[in-house]
């Protein structure tokens, strides 16, 4: 993940911490439906004292857990505006990105094996295998890894 995605993401976390966490200090927690999957249950292993969410047996998400629900709970993420794909290249998609960075230079690549080629893109050119696509108030950012 490159850095402009992980800003956008610390700044969506940022908003859900701020909306959950004050939803429990001003009271608006005690409105049905307004922290549904905002908390997830406390399992003695985290120590932030400064949460309020504890008096309620229950802690918000850490980062990694924010990030994963958006990821796999399309209403979780609608929520919050974001949206997060990631998927595996093809070998075609890969052998594209071969082009664009004119590593093709090499004599008789086209008489190598697809085992060959996948060789040479892991392990000498380093060619990413996955997109990473993250939406966030209209503003899209992709990766390659």
């Known amino acids: ?63 990694q857990e924010f990030i994963n629900k958006c990821k796999t709970d399309d209403e979780f993420a609608e929520k919050w505006g974001l949206k997060i794909e990631e998927r595996q290249l093809s070998l075609e998609e890969r052998m594209d990105l071969i082009n664009k960075m004119n590593l093709r230079s090499y004599s008789n690549w086209q008489n190598w094996s697809v085992e060959e080629m996948e060789d040479r893109m892991n392990n000498d050119w380093n060619i990413p295998t996955r997109l990473i696509t993250i939406t966030y108030n209209n503003k899209t950012i992709t990766s390659y890894e």
Not at 5 to 22: A, G, P, R, S
Not at 43 to 52: I, L, M, R, S, V
């Open 1 to 63: 993940m490159n850095k402009e995605q992980q800003d956008l993401l610390n700044e969506v976390y940022e908003k859900y911490l701020k909306y959950t966490i004050n939803g429990i200090e001003t009271g608006l927690d005690k409105i049905k439906g307004y922290l549904d999957n905002c908390l997830v249950e406390y399992d003695g292993y985290y120590e932030h004292f400064t949460n309020p969410s504890f008096a309620y047996g229950y802690r918000t998400h850490n980062q």
